[in-house]
Each structure stands twice: as structure tokens, then as C-alpha cells.
């Protein structure tokens, strides 16, 4: 894990881009979520919501869900959507394969499977591989935001903090609200600002108006 960390930074032009995403009523459609869990048959997270959303902004942006080996850039079709899990034996990156065919609890069952198996050290052999796009959520931990670093040859990783109640303006009116940071390091090589700035865009949207999400 560490060679490849070390050499993810050398072989790559890496630049991280973040915005302060109101998350209000992502967390409120959650909880309605949760009050129907009995029906679901899940108790559904806020990271599979940020996963959902990010699997709907890789559908619509595909040039960030691809892989570069430096010379050849592929494309993918198929969302094989890594997961960073932290396990005591250290950092594991299982991948849930065509995340983009999955319902929002059919998407947190996968999720949930091979993250237990990460930290049990039961992951089957080859499913940590062949992931197009990684997401890393630290929202459980005192940490706002961070640079991740890719995970080669993705070329791109998309990172979100915890949600924290902070003073906001809402139609020119200070309230209330809860606000996460969320952050994109991508391959510079392959992704360009304006790329970037689309994506953060339209994941904004999907997280501020959270039934579209599912939608």
C-alpha cells in the first residue's frame, strides 16, 4: 500500500479541488429513509447516499471514471466503484463491480458485504481490483477535508468530511445549517478545471436536492 501511495504522487499530476456543500437536507431525507427502514429492509447511511450520488455524477462524467496507464486512456462503461475502508491492518480499497445497475439498497447492501470482509481480513482474491473510481468518507472522524491521494491508475478519487452545524445565508437570511466539505483529486493529465468544475457542480446539486439522488 505504501510503494503504491508513493508512487501514485510521482507518476501523477495530482491537484485537489473542494467545495462546502449545504448538506441539510441530504441528512433530513436520510432520517425519512430511516424512519421506512422496516420497508427498505436496510438502515440506509449517508455514505450510501454520497455513493449513490457520486455513482449518478460518474454516469453523466465518464472521463473521470477511467483508468491511464500513462499512455492509454480508458474509458469505462461499467461504475466498478472502490471503497476506502479503514481496517486495523491498515487501508482497504474493495470494489463494488457496476455500481451504475444498483438501487440505493442494493447499493448498500454491496457496500456494507465488502467492507465487513475488509476489516474481517475476508476479502476474496481480486476484489480489491479493477475499481474505475474511489470514494473516501472520513465524515466520522474530526476531519473537515483532505487531499486523497489517487488510487492508480484511476484518475480520480472524490473525498467527503463530516457534516457540521454551522451559521449559513439562505435567501439572504442567516440560518442554521449543516455543511460538509467535499474534495476531488484528479489526475491533471486527464482531467482539466473545467472538467472539474463540472463534476463538483453537478455533485452539489445531486447532495443539496438529495431526491434526486434516486431519482
Given at each position: 500500500?505504501?510503494?503504491?501511495?508513493f508512487n501514485?504522487?510521482?507518476e501523477?499530476a495530482?491537484?485537489?479541488?473542494?467545495?462546502?456543500?449545504?448538506?441539510?437536507?441530504l441528512?433530513?431525507?436520510?432520517?425519512?429513509?430511516?424512519a421506512?427502514?422496516?420497508?427498505?429492509?436496510?438502515?440506509?447511511?449517508?455514505?450510501?447516499l454520497?455513493?449513490?450520488?457520486?455513482?449518478?455524477?460518474?454516469?453523466?462524467?465518464?472521463?473521470?471514471?477511467?483508468?491511464?496507464?500513462?499512455?492509454?486512456?480508458?474509458?469505462h462503461s461499467?461504475?466498478?466503484?472502490?471503497?476506502?475502508?479503514?481496517?486495523?491492518?491498515?487501508?482497504?480499497?474493495?470494489v463494488?463491480?457496476?455500481?451504475?445497475?444498483?438501487?440505493?439498497?442494493?447499493?448498500?447492501?454491496?457496500?456494507?458485504?465488502?467492507?465487513?470482509?475488509?476489516?474481517?481480513?475476508?476479502?476474496?482474491?481480486?476484489e480489491?481490483?479493477?475499481?474505475?473510481?474511489?470514494?473516501?468518507?472520513?465524515?466520522?472522524?474530526?476531519?473537515?477535508?483532505?487531499?486523497?491521494?489517487?488510487?492508480?491508475?484511476?484518475?480520480?478519487?472524490?473525498?467527503?468530511?463530516?457534516?457540521?452545524?454551522?451559521?449559513?445565508?439562505?435567501?439572504?437570511q442567516?440560518?442554521?445549517?449543516?455543511?460538509?466539505t467535499?474534495?476531488?483529486?484528479?489526475?491533471?493529465?486527464?482531467?482539466?478545471g473545467?472538467e472539474?468544475?463540472?463534476?463538483?457542480?453537478?455533485?452539489?446539486?445531486?447532495?443539496?436536492?438529495?431526491?434526486?439522488?434516486t431519482?
Amino acid at each position: 500500500i505504501a510503494k503504491n501511495m508513493f508512487n501514485s504522487l510521482q507518476e501523477m499530476a495530482q491537484c485537489t479541488a473542494a467545495v462546502e456543500v449545504d448538506v441539510t437536507e441530504l441528512l433530513d431525507y436520510r432520517q425519512k429513509l430511516v424512519a421506512n427502514q422496516e420497508y427498505l429492509g436496510c438502515k440506509v447511511t449517508v455514505n450510501d447516499l454520497l455513493a449513490m450520488a457520486t455513482v449518478k455524477m460518474l454516469q453523466k462524467h465518464p472521463t473521470a471514471n477511467a483508468t491511464f496507464d500513462g499512455k492509454t486512456l480508458f474509458v469505462h462503461s461499467a461504475v466498478n466503484l472502490s471503497v476506502a475502508v479503514a481496517a486495523e491492518v491498515g487501508l482497504m480499497v474493495p470494489v463494488v463491480k457496476n455500481a451504475q445497475r444498483m438501487s440505493l439498497v442494493e447499493l448498500h447492501n454491496a457496500m456494507s458485504d465488502v467492507a465487513v470482509r475488509a476489516r474481517d481480513q475476508k476479502l476474496k482474491g481480486g476484489e480489491q481490483a479493477g475499481g474505475t473510481f474511489t470514494i473516501s468518507n472520513v465524515g466520522m472522524f474530526p476531519i473537515d477535508w483532505s487531499t486523497p491521494i489517487i488510487n492508480p491508475p484511476q484518475v480520480a478519487i472524490m473525498g467527503f468530511g463530516r457534516a457540521v452545524k454551522k451559521m449559513a445565508v439562505v435567501n439572504d437570511q442567516p440560518a442554521v445549517r449543516s455543511m460538509m466539505t467535499m474534495y476531488l483529486t484528479f489526475d491533471h493529465r486527464v482531467i482539466d478545471g473545467l472538467e472539474v468544475g463540472r463534476v463538483m457542480e453537478d455533485m452539489q446539486t445531486l447532495l443539496c436536492n438529495p431526491e434526486l439522488i434516486t431519482a
